[in-house]
């Protein structure tokens, strides 16, 4: 059935935009600086950053939390699309991490304005 392939399909990639964005974090608290991928965008400009240690400290708990929800997320979605069951559940999931992750936005783009 090719919608469920779509969906276990999406739900891969969902999980592993969990898990590169874990690593992106867990990278520049290591390094201590700013690389550019999932939280900082391509056209943003960050040879001249105020506080990179700032944002990455206020960044860091959300993103881990946000990463795991989407890896744990995904990973149930891929469970539920595979045996046909958690219909319900597996849609209501779904709406909280979308918004989750809106409010991920809202604080990533606040500190970019306080650090960045």
Known sequence: MIGNEFNLLIDGMITLAGFLLCRNMMQMKKSGKLE???????NFDISNPKDPEGFIRYMYLKTIVLSVLLMATGAFQIIADYTGRFGLV????????FGLIIVYAFFARRAQKLYL
């Open 36 to 42: 550019k991928g999932f939280m900082l965008g391509k």
């Open 90 to 97: 597996s849609g209501v999931t779904s709406f909280v991490l």
